[in-house]
């Protein structure tokens, strides 16, 4: 079942410009992901952040996690055209490693298109 | 190079006629999953499985099958294709204790007609 729902649905942008997409869910996680995916191919991990912690970075990249709200937003600065791509979240409910059902729980992305 | 791999990337077959498609890890993953991705839904999970011999149901198993006799390999049965089918379908893998994150094949793109 679809857990993650991320808004906005398409965000365009100038290159340079931060690019702020914003993740919801609704039941307890283990741990939220994000991915990128570029039209039609597979998905790439981006980033994971836990559910004890609150904000995490790599990169150009800047995740956010509010687990009272259950929310997260991950934050692209200074754009390259090259973002464009479609990015999604993906929540993991699992309360420990190894066991019990598998799989991510994906939203439907946000489609983000930066202009040169 | 670690990566996942799937055959074929396009298909076009008709409806009824059993088809498979194959997924191969070579990064000792326990963990394998086989998605769909369809527009306006997103990915919903198909299949996963735990290790060699350990599968279980995702959120939208109808119509599918698979098996994973071998650590490396989880491919995906279709016994009798329906137009609902036609989809782009991912897998992925992870390892069981190491990360979380799961890494995805290319891609392989269905058309039943």
């Known amino acids: 079942s679809q857990q993650g729902e991320e808004d906005p649905q398409a965000l365009s942008i100038q290159e340079g410009e931060n690019a702020t997409m914003n993740c919801s869910y609704k039941t307890s996680i283990n741990n939220l992901q994000w991915y990128r995916q570029n039209s039609g191919r597979g998905l790439v991990h981006l980033i994971l952040i836990r559910s004890n912690e609150r904000e995490k970075h790599s990169g150009r990249l800047r995740v956010t996690l509010d687990t009272s709200k259950k929310s997260s937003s991950l934050l692209i600065t200074a754009s390259r055209a090259a973002d464009t791509a479609s990015y999604f979240c993906?929540?993991?409910?699992?309360?420990?490693?190894?066991?019990?059902?598998?799989?991510?729980?994906f939203g439907k992305g946000t489609h983000l298109i930066i202009q040169p | 190079e670690a990566q996942v791999t799937q055959n074929p990337r396009y298909l076009i077959t008709v409806t009824g006629k059993k088809l498979t498609v194959t997924c191969s890890q070579n990064m000792n993953h326990e963990y394998m999953s086989w998605y769909r991705q369809d527009p306006g839904l997103g990915l919903r999970q198909i299949y996963y499985?735990?290790?060699?011999?350990?599968?279980d149901k995702g959120d939208v198993p109808e119509g599918y099958k698979v098996s994973r006799k071998e650590k490396r390999n989880f491919p995906l049965i279709l016994e009798s294709p329906s137009p609902n089918q036609t989809s782009l379908y991912f897998c992925?893998?992870?390892?069981?204790?190491?990360?979380?994150?799961?890494?995805f094949g290319p891609g392989t793109r269905l058309t039943v007609t």
């Open positions: 993906a929540t993991d409910p699992r309360l420990y490693s190894g066991g019990g059902a598998d799989g991510l729980t």
């Open positions: 499985s735990m290790n060699v011999e350990v599968t």
């Open positions: 992925a893998s992870r390892s069981g204790t190491v990360s979380y994150e799961q890494y």
